[in-house]
């Protein structure tokens, strides 16, 4: 189906502006990947939404996306450049600079500012401006009024009139189209000017000078109204194709699917054309290597044919020869004769002049140097040997022959090796050209860490104070286990038991869970954890004491555990994609044969998730591992609770130190 919307409008992005700011601010960027030559995502994480991937395409739009698109296992040297410069920043705002398609996020690193802009029209393009210079820039440009790269002042395109400030007097005295008036003076989507036109009564082609002065305060009441109309964010699907609007548009009618969010229209519209995107970019370096390969196998088939050919004419002049052995043999008898009595050189010029009687007639070239002449038997020049039987000279074509024809059957080999590979280019093309993604939704508790213990209870702990002070405010209940480290800096655990009787093994794996994430992890050291009831817990302090975000009161009885080890698994579970889990041994262990399991140690987060990553991908079925090169190492640095160590695997570290 035909998509009408090739790009946000500003009208559009006035309200997705708007729901980003609730979506990402305040995050911290976690990392960048290039999807495509122009597609980025920016991954960050919010203590209130868990991990978030904003997908930033300039050429169509900017928003939270839900979809598991593949990224580069290599980022390229561009992205690499970005991500040093914004990895670990905060996202302290999101703006759309006056009514322009300009989306511009402000970031905070190392106590500096710094302004990721993106620019959705004439193409995108992304630019990271400090202190009024260009620090990077996607695509540079030098046209006219604007000239863009790095080290350059940042110039933002030219700004039209804001739609609110619109007043009567700006239409008066136009003779042109009230539509494209709007479009160059104001900058207004003509799709948001027929539609206030449509409300209005209004003819769509109206000149702006035959606008009445009370027909114009309404237009200009209208735009204003629009511009704070409460979201109602759909997909319609018309006659013409299909569309999208975060209002209900009454100018357009056809089957309208309902969004909650415009953020979740704006990513289901615009998901076909990017994952089209995504396939050709990485499509287009295979195509070429084809293509090259196809080059190189049409150069070696016509080489293979023209050899054939020339064993083939070996062939027939040796069984010429044959055939008119008695008439060689004469012709070498006289020739002998000939350059005993006279030479080479008198031969020669008696050849080349045509001065030689038969049978020396039949001679058509001579090579002195080799003392060879040919000879024209049947139409056809054949080379002999002058000091030689006859028999000799059909040997050695037969011989000459052969050798060719040795020579192709290890080009035929070399060919089939060649069409091999480009069958296996052509399966990768095909197969990376289907792409299919579907939205995972996620699940309320996936903001935080969490695994599904061996008795099938789900277990929950907060990453950070925030998300323990989240856990005790909105998510623990009366029939809950809690579970905290007798050491500060713990997360609070959660057994959810939705009134189910709780065995031993999960209070083992939820305490295990529980210290592994605690600071325990990184003193490296074994601590007990206790378990209490969900009425023993409260936020409020003796009097004159103060509890601060994510400390709470406990009361009663502690229920303490004896920790077994410090340790977690890593491992993988297919389902309707290939998935990453962990937790307790035991409780990956049960759901999954692909599992690495870690202790403390001293290899960093960035080195360990390489390691784990490939350590995953030696224990794979080979038909998975392209799905696992497809999750990024980043989604394991998420899950490592600090410094590792590979637990029982050390001759498999040693292979990646």
């Known amino acids: 189906m035909n998509i009408l919307k090739k790009s946000l409008s500003a009208y559009d992005i006035r309200f997705i502006v708007g729901e980003l700011k609730s979506l990402i601010i305040p995050s911290i960027v976690t990392n960048i990947y290039q999807l495509s030559p122009s597609i980025f995502i920016l991954k960050a994480y919010s203590s209130k939404h868990g991990a978030i991937e904003l997908l930033i395409d300039p050429k169509r739009r900017?928003?939270?996306?839900?979809?598991?698109?593949?990224?580069?296992?290599?980022?390229?040297?561009?992205?690499?450049?970005?991500?040093?410069?914004?990895?670990?920043?905060?996202?302290?705002?999101?703006?759309?600079?006056?009514?322009?398609?300009?989306?511009?996020?402000?970031?905070?690193?190392?106590?500096?500012?710094?302004?990721?802009?993106?620019?959705?029209?004439?193409?995108?393009?992304?630019?990271?401006?400090?202190?009024?210079?260009?620090?990077?820039?996607?695509?540079?440009?030098?046209?006219?009024?604007?000239?863009?790269k790095a080290g350059l002042p940042y110039i933002p395109p030219g700004r039209a009139k804001d739609i609110n400030s619109l007043v009567i007097e700006d239409f008066r005295g136009a003779d042109k189209p009230l539509a494209k008036l709007l479009l160059l003076n104001i900058g207004l989507p003509p799709e948001l000017t027929r539609e206030v036109l449509y409300r209005l009564n209004m003819d769509s082609s109206i000149k702006a000078s035959d606008v009445s002065e009370d027909q114009l305060a309404k237009l200009i009441d209208e735009f204003k109204r629009m511009l704070n109309e409460e979201s109602n964010p759909n997909i319609v699907e018309t006659d013409k194709g299909v569309n999208i609007h975060p209002i209900l548009f009454k100018s357009e009618s056809g089957n309208v699917k309902l969004y909650?969010?415009?953020?979740?229209?704006?990513?289901?519209?615009?998901?076909?054309?990017?994952?089209?995107?995504?396939?050709?970019?990485?499509?287009?370096?295979?195509?070429?290597?084809?293509?090259?390969?196809?080059?190189?196998?049409?150069?070696?088939?016509?080489?293979?044919?023209?050899?054939?050919e020339e064993?083939?004419?070996?062939?027939?002049?040796?069984?010429?020869?044959?055939?008119?052995?008695?008439?060689?043999?004469?012709?070498?008898?006289?020739?002998?004769?000939?350059?005993?009595?006279?030479?080479?050189?008198?031969?020669?010029?008696?050849?080349?002049?045509?001065?030689?009687?038969?049978?020396?007639?039949?001679?058509?070239d001579i090579d002195l140097k080799n003392k060879t002449v040919k000879i024209e038997v049947d139409g056809e020049l054949i080379p002999i040997m002058v000091d030689k039987s006859p028999y000799r000279s059909i040997e050695a074509l037969y011989v000459k022959a052969k050798e060719i024809e040795e020579?192709?059957?290890?080009?035929?080999?070399?060919?089939?090796?060649?069409?091999?590979?480009?069958?296996?280019?052509?399966?990768?093309?095909?197969?990376?050209?289907?792409?299919?993604?579907?939205?995972?939704?996620?699940?309320?508790?996936?903001?935080?860490r969490w695994f599904?213990?061996?008795?099938?209870?789900?277990?929950?702990?907060?990453?950070?104070?925030?998300?323990?002070?989240?856990?005790?405010?909105?998510?623990?209940?009366?029939?809950?286990?809690?579970?905290?480290a007798d050491i500060h800096g713990s997360p609070l655990t959660v057994i959810k038991t939705h009134g189910r009787q709780v065995g031993e093994q999960t209070i083992i794996e939820a305490s295990i869970f529980t210290a592994s994430y605690s600071k325990a992890w990184r003193e490296n050291m074994v601590v007990d954890v206790y378990w209490i009831y969900p009425n023993q817990i409260s936020k409020t302090p003796p009097s004159g004491t103060y509890l601060g975000?994510?400390?709470?009161?406990?009361?009663?009885?502690?229920?303490?555990?004896?920790?077994?080890?410090?340790?977690?698994?890593?491992?993988?579970?297919?389902?309707?994609?290939?998935?990453?889990?962990?937790?307790?041994?035991?409780?990956?262990?049960?759901?999954?044969?692909?599992?690495?399991?870690?202790?403390?140690?001293?290899?960093?987060?960035?080195?360990?998730?390489k390691i784990v990553k490939k350590l995953l991908m030696e224990k794979i079925d080979s038909s998975l591992k392209d799905e696992l090169i497809r999750i990024p190492e980043d989604e394991i640095k998420t899950i490592l609770p600090g410094k590792i160590s590979i637990a029982n695997s050390r001759h498999q570290l040693e292979k990646y130190k």
């Not at 598991?68 to 970005?82: G, N």
């Not at 599904?452 to 405010?473: C, K, P």
Request: hydrophobic share 35%; with cysteine; charged share 30%.
């Open 62 to 148: 900017v928003n939270v996306t839900s979809y598991p698109y593949p990224k580069p296992s290599k980022p390229s040297s561009k992205c690499m450049a970005l991500r040093r410069l914004i990895r670990r920043s905060i996202l302290k705002d999101i703006e759309q600079i006056d009514f322009e398609r300009v989306v511009v996020l402000t970031l905070s690193k190392d106590n500096e500012l710094s302004k990721l802009i993106i620019e959705v029209f004439n193409g995108g393009n992304i630019i990271l401006e400090r202190n009024g210079r260009i620090l990077w820039i996607l695509k540079g440009i030098d046209s006219g009024d604007r000239r863009l």
């Open 260 to 308: 909650r969010t415009f953020n979740e229209a704006v990513d289901d519209y615009f998901k076909d054309a990017t994952i089209r995107e995504i396939c050709e970019a990485k499509v287009e370096g295979i195509r070429d290597e084809a293509g090259r390969l196809r080059s190189t196998i049409k150069a070696q088939e016509a080489k293979l044919a023209e050899r054939y």
């Open 452 to 484: 599904i213990s061996s008795e099938g209870f789900l277990v929950i702990a907060g990453r950070d104070a925030a998300q323990n002070e989240a856990l005790y405010r909105r998510y623990i209940e009366a029939n809950d286990i809690v579970l905290h």
């Open 549 to 609: 975000r994510g400390s709470f009161m406990i009361t009663g009885r502690k229920n303490y555990v004896k920790v077994p080890e410090i340790k977690i698994s890593i491992g993988l579970v297919r389902n309707e994609h290939l998935s990453i889990i962990y937790g307790p041994e035991s409780a990956v262990r049960s759901k999954t044969k692909l599992y690495v399991s870690i202790r403390p140690g001293n290899i960093d987060v960035e080195a360990a998730s």
């Open 311 to 364: 064993a083939r004419r070996l062939r027939i002049q040796a069984e010429k020869l044959k055939a008119n052995l008695s008439i060689v043999s004469e012709l070498l008898n006289c020739l002998r004769d000939y350059v005993g009595s006279y030479g080479w050189s008198s031969l020669a010029e008696n050849v080349r002049s045509g001065g030689v009687k038969p049978p020396l007639n039949i001679i058509k």
């Open 407 to 448: 020579k192709n059957r290890k080009g035929e080999e070399a060919l089939k090796a060649l069409k091999e590979r480009l069958k296996n280019l052509e399966d990768r093309i095909s197969r990376e050209s289907e792409v299919k993604i579907f939205r995972r939704s996620k699940a309320w508790y996936e903001r935080f």
